[in-house]
């Protein structure tokens, strides 16, 4: 099965440093394009927002270490989704993970045949994933945001004006925000609780809406050890998302 291929490769006219950032710009855009692969066909596959958040996750954490001119991403997407089915207990079968990720990559295609090409794919699925937990030592349990997000909403709920909270899709805004995190590293580089608090604020900034002030800030009230830079950080990371977005169109 062939995949897209990667945008890393830098002209040899340009200084090192030039160099080095142009080849880190292709490498956000590839990690940015594999992220919306693994969501848009685990949507496709069935699969649960944790399932798919653990995939992103196992892809994120291989990544830190492993460098994207040795390993194929599409190829170790796919592994992290088969391993995600496994840690969150969504079982995936390795077929439908081939046909469904084939079809993604090769519009209007017919499913692949049982045949040797198949099975080579399915065999590196199954390697690879080896080679994922090799590389994680076989930490491939997370904690997510999402509970904490889930708590800070009901919590919020409550200190609000009911009328300001109906009117405003608070909720609605903060769950899209925190999937997109999903796109970068952010997920694995900040802690759950860090990334939860980031994007409840960016929503409730981004309409208006003021929580009533107290002795502290209500995001310390949520979270003792987050300061207002940690907030300004995550959310410019997040941010810098939807610029990639917009190149990767």
């Avoid at 969501?39 to 994120?60: D, N, Q, R």
């Avoid at 170790?76 to 989704?81: I, Q």
């Avoid at 045949?115 to 794919?121: H, R, V």
Wanted: contains cysteine; charged residues 20%.
């Amino acid at each position: 099965m062939e995949v897209e291929p990667c945008e890393n490769a830098v002209p040899t006219n340009t200084n090192p440093c030039e160099a080095s950032e142009s080849s880190s710009n292709a490498d956000n855009k590839t990690h940015f394009r594999v992220c919306r692969f693994i969501m848009e066909t685990g949507v496709k596959l069935g699969m649960h927002s944790v399932p798919v958040a653990t995939a992103c996750a196992l892809y994120h954490r291989f990544f830190q270490s492993a460098n994207l001119r040795v390993y194929e991403p599409y190829l170790v997407a796919m592994s992290a989704m088969y391993l995600a089915g496994k840690v969150e207990e969504q079982h995936l079968r390795t077929r439908d993970i081939i046909n469904v990720c084939h079809r993604y990559l090769h519009r209007g295609s017919e499913p692949l045949e049982l045949d040797s090409q198949f099975w080579e794919l399915r065999d590196s699925i199954v390697q690879c994933e080896l080679l994922i937990l090799r590389r994680l030592n076989f930490h491939v349990s997370f904690q997510y945001p999402h509970k904490y997000l889930l708590h800070y909403l009901l919590s919020l709920k409550a200190l609000l004006n009911r009328h300001a909270w109906a009117r405003t899709p608070i909720c609605e805004t903060a769950w899209a925000l925190l999937k997109d995190s999903y796109h970068s590293p952010l997920c694995v580089r900040h802690p759950p609780q860090h990334l939860a608090l980031a994007v409840l604020y960016l929503a409730l900034h981004s309409y208006g809406v003021e929580v009533p002030a107290g002795a502290v800030e209500w995001w310390q009230v949520f979270c003792e050890d987050i300061t207002n830079s940690d907030i300004e950080s995550i959310i410019c990371e997040l941010l810098q998302l939807y610029d990639m977005e917009a190149k990767c169109t």
